[in-house]
């Protein structure tokens, strides 16, 4: 099983990469993503799939809003909740 | 002639107890229906109310409320009494409350407005930012309040005459917000007789639409249209929808969902984001009209979102493309129903080089502009060339048109007014051209970007960019890049800064994305801090958004997604 650090890198570096384009950005754990603007709700439906692909955990649609995914501390312990 | 109002009575008069409206509501996951009979005896409560509270003929009054039934009220309640209401944009999770309402302010303080009426989640906040100014606020609760009119609303009504204002559109993004559209009840109602006529509108068609109503498709298409013509609506939250998709499609099966309007990127979100295991069953083969409109159109997107439907009985007649604005109170032109659109293969580089839209050759790089369609009835259409004379057949100019729907003016800004007509024509600064009767739109001579269907002007980026310190002032260019596997335009930012150190230009890129995303509410992609120099300046010493653009492109292709 992976852990609490994996994910949380394998989360960024997508976010990074897919969402921001930009790998050097210094992306913190604790960064507020959706309400800081770093990533839009469409991008959000996007970092869903990527988790159901790799950590196998589906999230409704309806669970993708900012108040419950707006940084990567919260989406891991939502990611862990389900496990 | 007559006005709205004298349309939905009518329509009572005939009708009462046909379905009017269907409220889809998140919060309780059911459904709120209103016959034309309840439906007109609740918006007559909410004009009650208004009118004991001092509100009139000619009034301003600003909705700050979320979309819902109270929006929904207020809005046909003020129109009942010939006052002039005006949607403000919603609020969402990701704008500063306090930039928010800010806005909200200078809106009320430039418009002498008589009273906002305001959503219990709101009003606290709306208390504060207005503290002192002379303006009423008005709970939309208080309004719902079941009590009917003492007097026969026919003392109340016609209030308006047909040149008054029914209501103020505000045209698009946050500098849209100082663009009050100004549209008579004569402009709506030619508007809609032509618009209807265009798509053959029919007593049993039914609109489904989750589209924001401060938005002239959501407004009119999807709000004022189905209303006063007599066609049922359903009529969702784009906050609703933005996060499960699937209730359209829902929607449109449990009401034999006839007409749809949506900007191009809804049909990649829906054909991508929507999974089988949702729409298990459902029969989409009512849809007789899916119709593309409010940012560019693209083939691929069409195409995409037919073959992913087409199993669940939508059909590729089904497609169609409006193109419209608000200062036409919406549609200019239409396709022709059914459908498909016609597809135009042009010469890429001919087009490039000379402005011209060629005919590819079958085995050449082809461009594929999908047509826009004719001009609706009363509605004229000309390209224009920069020296003022028509543009020919299949040569690329600035669309411009003239019609019997079109703004009386914008809200308190005569000059502004004047600048936008000339002659009676009103200068879109769109780029296309006619081939065959009709039009074919192929870009903006402004610099607009257009994301999911929402305008923004890259100098409202600017500015908020400009502001950020450590950015170099004045050397900040945004600009849209297409994204198309999301049919719509993303946001690029490229700023020159002073520094090179890696925390300080993370930290200048975290503000850059979040002060536009908490004052705009939008998203930019992608965000370049380069060193001094590297934009592109115009030879009158200006940065050249597209020169900036080419250059982007070529540097940075590598992190591009086309």
Same mark, same amino acid.
């Given at each position: 099983?992976?852990?609490k650090r994996d994910m949380k890198e394998q989360l960024a ?71 | ?38 439906? +007109? ?18 009034? !301003? ?17 003020? !129109? ?46 709306? %208390? ?14 208080e309004l719902a309040t079941i009590t009917p009119p003492t ?41 809609? %007789? ?11 068609? +039914? ?5 924001? !109503? ?80 409010? *940012? ?165 980026? %600017?500015?908020? +960019? ?17 994204? %198309? ?12 800064? *002073? ?64």
């Open positions: 099983m992976e852990t570096t997508f976010i990074k990469t897919e969402l921001m384009r930009n790998p050097d950005y210094p992306l913190q754990n604790d960064e507020p993503l959706i309400t800081g603007g770093l990533v839009d709700s469409f991008s959000l439906v996007e970092l869903a799939l990527f988790i159901e692909e790799q950590f196998g955990v589906h999230f409704d649609d309806v669970e993708l809003t900012a108040q419950n995914m707006n940084t990567i501390d919260q989406i891991v312990g939502n990611i862990e909740a389900k496990l | 002639m007559s006005t709205l109002v004298d349309r939905l009575y009518e329509h009572r008069a005939r009708h009462p107890d046909s379905l009017a409206l269907a409220l889809v509501l998140v919060l309780h996951d059911r459904e709120e229906t209103f016959t034309v009979g309840d439906f +007109v005896a609740r918006a007559e409560c909410y004009a009650n109310q208004l009118r004991v509270r001092g509100i009139g003929r000619g009034d !301003l009054v600003i909705l700050v409320i979320g979309h819902g039934e109270a929006l929904v009220f207020s809005f046909w309640g003020a !129109l009942l009494l010939g006052a002039v209401p005006s949607i403000f944009p919603f609020l969402s999770d990701r704008l500063d409350p306090e930039h928010y309402y800010r806005n909200v302010r200078q809106l009320v303080e430039r418009s002498e407005a008589r009273a906002i009426i305001v959503g219990d989640a709101q009003r606290e906040a709306l %208390e504060h930012a207005l503290a002192g100014l002379p303006v009423p606020l008005i709970d939309a609760g007097d026969s609303m026919s003392e109340i009504t016609p209030a308006a005459a047909p040149d008054d204002t029914a209501f103020l559109q505000h045209s698009s993004g946050s500098t849209g917000l100082q663009k009050g559209v100004m549209l008579s009840h004569r402009a709506v109602l030619n508007q809609i %007789e032509a618009y209807s006529g265009a798509i053959g509108l029919r007593a049993d068609d +039914v609109v489904v639409s989750w589209l924001p !109503l401060y938005h002239d498709m959501g407004l009119i298409a999807g709000f004022v249209m189905p209303l006063t013509a007599g066609v049922p609506l359903v009529l969702m939250s784009p906050f609703h929808w933005v996060r499960d998709p699937q209730i359209l499609l829902h929607a449109i099966h449990r009401y034999r969902g006839t007409l749809c309007w949506l900007p191009n990127f809804a049909y990649n979100f829906l054909a991508t984001r929507v999974r089988d295991s949702q729409i298990e069953g459902l029969d989409l083969s009512s849809w007789r009209a899916a119709i593309n409109c409010s *940012e560019p159109v693209a083939a691929a997107s069409h195409r995409q979102f037919v073959q992913r439907f087409a199993p669940y009985g939508f059909q590729e007649a089904a497609l169609s493309v409006c193109y419209a604005m608000a200062e036409n109170t919406f549609a200019v032109t239409q396709t022709r129903l059914p459908g498909p659109p016609r597809i135009d293969r042009i010469d890429a580089r001919m087009l490039r080089a000379a402005h011209r839209a060629v005919p590819a050759s079958q085995d050449g790089a082809a461009l594929e502009v999908v047509s826009c369609g004719q001009a609706i009835d009363g509605c004229e259409v000309r390209v224009v060339l920069p020296d003022g004379t028509d543009a020919p057949e299949r040569q690329i100019g600035e669309i411009a048109i003239r019609s019997n729907s079109m703004l009386s003016g914008y809200y308190r800004q005569p000059e502004l007014t004047a600048q936008s007509l000339r002659d009676g024509w009103y200068f879109t600064g769109d780029l296309g051209y006619l081939a065959g009767g009709e039009l074919f739109v192929t870009g903006r001579r402004k610099d607009l970007i257009i994301v999911g269907g929402k305008n923004i002007y890259p100098q409202d980026i %600017e500015t908020i +960019v400009n502001e950020i310190s450590g950015v170099h002032p004045g050397r900040v260019a945004a600009f849209g890049v297409a994204n %198309e596997r999301l049919g719509t335009e993303d946001i690029a930012v490229v700023a020159e800064v *002073e520094t090179s150190d890696p925390d300080r230009l993370g930290e200048i890129e975290r503000q850059i994305r979040t002060f536009v995303a908490q004052r705009l509410d939008v998203t930019v992609r992608y965000v370049r801090l380069t060193g001094l120099r590297w934009l592109v300046k115009t030879s009158s010493g200006k940065v050249s958004r597209s020169a900036t653009r080419e250059k982007f492109l070529a540097d940075f292709c590598q992190f591009v997604q086309q």
